[in-house]
C-alpha cells in the first residue's frame, strides 16, 4: 500500500489513450491498491490509473457517503455495455483539476462491463452519482477529461490557469 503523487493539468500524460491489462494479475492489484490509498488521502471519489502516471486501464471508485461505511471498487479494462436516454446535471471535480468545479450532463444510467480485483468479468448497474463517477473515470482511460464537456471559453480559461500555476512553480 502506498500513496502515489497524482498528476495535474497541463500534463500532457493526461491525454494519454491507457492501455488494456492482459489480467488482473497481482501486479494490478497492488496497483489497484496503491491507487485506493492515494484516492481515500486525497481525498476523491474516483481515481484512474492514469492520473498516477500509469497508462493502463484501471480504475478505482468509492461513492459511500462519510457516515456509510467503505465501498471500494476496483475495475480493469472497463466498457460501457449500455446508457440510458435519460441525462443527469452533476457539479463534476477532478484530483487532477484541483479545485475545480462545473455542471456536466452525462446518461443517468449506465452498465459496465469489467474485470474485478480477482480477474473475474462482473457487470456493473450504476445510477445517480456512480454512473457519473465511472463514465468520468473511464473517460480518464481515453484521454478525456470533464472540461472537454464545457465551452470552449471555459476550458481555455481554466488550462490556461494550471498552465501559468505549474510554470509558476518551476520559477
Ligand atoms: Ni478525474
Redo the contacts with the bound molecule.
Sequence with gaps: MAILPIIELPDPRLRLVSEPVGAVDAAVRKLMDDMLDTMYEAPGI?LAAI?VAVAKRVLVMDVAREDEPKQPLCLANPEIVWSSEDKNVYQEG???IPEYYEDVERPKQVRVRYLDRDNKVQELEADGLLATCVQ?EID?LNGVL?IDYLSRLKRERVVKKFAKAARQRED
Excluded: A, R, V
Aim: proline fraction near 0%; charged fraction near 0%; charge should be neutral.
Design positions: 474516483g492520473q477532478c484530483l487532477s468520468h480518464h470533464f
